[in-house]
């Protein structure tokens, strides 16, 4: 699945105490009409056969003396953002607007916005729905959703979210709990209700839904974060952790390990960010105050393109607190 739009041209890699830092610059730079994603720098090193960014931006903290950036991955118009003192170093210029200006001139592309490609996947997943349900209704990834299901109880509720044609909602029904389904395309929540009896449905994002805090036993999700513009993840960890109840499981599935793309075949221009490995939703899961029990990898060459593709799938489970930490 090629893209023919640049979609992330900025990556932030750095240290693990600087990630307010990073926050910042990223707001900053996201304000200037460049998307950034943000990444840890020694993470980044550690995998670096496949660079996911155009531009890469390492930013260098107060312990900066113990990195060695020779083993650093090499990226073009590479730069360094110096935490302590909020200035940038770059060869040619180090002034901050340089930068963002060298940026800008010599990116592929015009800006892309969050709500674009939101926009575009929702109305792709509309005109594809018939075609995605014949490729995956009859696949359920086994022992990804089996490592979720083991921490609740027969009979829990379950909120299934970005559920498509509801295959994994009806697989939770036949293993005995009482799935709910959440989708924000409407083609598919119309054949998730034709193929399943009995299952309630609704129509919404992950970005805005409004269930009720503490509402479910367990939260599933498969593969819909991949849909979510990484400088919008946040929002979308908190919002599926809101509606668990304490004590309570989530589960994410998602691809990870690919550049980020926008698809672009026939009526399909999904767009797809790929966390680099499992840690990039586990760390901010964490951050929420939940607590990771399991984690799962897969891969699987299914896909509704018959593409020559092998396709790396991470499950994370965690646990929300037992007592409200509010």
Known sequence: MASKTTVLEVMIHHLAADATVAAALQKRLYHQGIRAGISNLSATMQSSKTQIARHSIYLIGSDSDVLNLSNAPDNRDDSIFISPNALFYSAKDPSYAKLVDQIICSRETSPINTRYLRHMTQASYNAIASQF?????????????????????????????????????????????????LDFSRSMLNIAISKNDGIPFHYGDILSYDFPKAYFDGVWSAVALNHIPSEELPLALANLTATLKFGGFIGLNFQVGRPSEIVSRENDHRFFEYPANEYDIIYPL???GVRVVATHIGTTTRNIHGLPLILRFATVVAQKSKIDAS
């Open 286 to 288: 964490e951050a929420l």
């Open 133 to 181: 349900t014949d490729v995956w209704f009859d696949t359920i990834p086994g022992e990804a959703i089996e490592t979720f299901m083991e921490h609740l109880p027969r009979g829990a509720t379950i909120l299934d979210a970005g559920c498509g044609p509801g295959h994994h909602t009806r697989f939770f029904k036949q293993a005995g709990f009482n799935p709910v389904g």
